[in-house]
């Protein structure tokens, strides 16, 4: 076990990580937005039921006239351009916002930045909807995220 232990500290390492910690993400795994992704569908009020990285209790999406979505929540406001489905980029900066799985009625979405530094399970409401929480967490894990690493968001 010790030897496991001490191979993925060096692939940490190796990685571009500081040995001790590892990613949220694993780079080599395939990442995909949903064809179901519709922005009208998606703007509103969420609130961040788990998450991976910096966390926020909760974030909103607005549409403006030309089609960008912009994300604002605690950290600020960001603007993002639809591109493939469920792929959103950045008007300022790199930033690509995935949006991996949202369930038929747009109430619980997997969500995360392409570099890997934060996901998360938003939902339209704090509490109920266990299997679309767990059905996000499985999406994450095939998108390559550590889900052992999801915490609850205090709201």
Known sequence: MAGVLALAG????????PT????????TAPL?????????????DWVTRACLGPCVPSVSFTQSLTGALSESD?????????????????????DVLVVMWVD?????AAVGLADGSRAA???????GGADRIAAAREILDFNGWDVS???GVAQ
């Open 20 to 27: 001790g910690t590892l990613p949220l993400r694993n780079p």
């Open 149 to 151: 690493q999801l915490r």
């Open 10 to 17: 060096c692939a940490a390492k190796q990685a571009g990580y």
């Open 104 to 108: 038929e009625g747009f109430r619980t």
């Open 32 to 44: 995909g937005g949903t064809a179901r992704f519709d922005p009208g569908r998606f703007t509103g």
């Open 74 to 94: 605690a950290r600020g406001s960001r603007a993002y351009l639809p591109g493939a489905p469920g792929i959103l980029r950045a008007t300022a900066g790199d």
């Open 121 to 127: 399970i938003i939902d339209r409401s704090r509490s």
